[in-house]
């Protein structure tokens, strides 16, 4: 899994339909989830232009932690509008 959508480095790189995947997936502690989001200009490039760090709450009974890490980062500003690819 991934999201697909476009994005502006904070060095000026712009990447249409950029892919973005979550990474370095751990929990904090029972309740807490981090991860890491690397940023690539597609699916078929193997290096990363841009890596965010991320926390959020983790649900202990929900869905797996990758998948919950995903489900958060689509309610961020940054991914509004983001697509499953």
């Given at each position: 899994m991934?999201?697909?959508?476009?994005?502006?480095?904070?060095?000026?790189?712009?990447?249409?339909?950029?892919?973005?995947?979550?990474?370095?997936?751990?929990?904090?502690?029972?309740?807490?989830?981090?991860?890491?989001?690397?940023s690539y200009a597609s699916a078929s490039i193997d290096i990363n232009f841009q890596v965010d760090a991320y926390t959020c709450d983790y649900d202990l009974l929900g869905a797996n932690p990758i998948k919950q890490a995903y489900e958060y980062l689509k309610t961020c500003p940054e991914f509004s509008g983001a697509t499953d690819c």
């Amino acid at each position: 899994m991934a999201l697909k959508k476009s994005i502006t480095s904070p060095q000026g790189f712009n990447a249409d339909n950029a892919y973005h995947r979550v990474d370095n997936v751990s929990l904090l502690n029972k309740n807490m989830l981090n991860f890491m989001v690397l940023s690539y200009a597609s699916a078929s490039i193997d290096i990363n232009f841009q890596v965010d760090a991320y926390t959020c709450d983790y649900d202990l009974l929900g869905a797996n932690p990758i998948k919950q890490a995903y489900e958060y980062l689509k309610t961020c500003p940054e991914f509004s509008g983001a697509t499953d690819c």
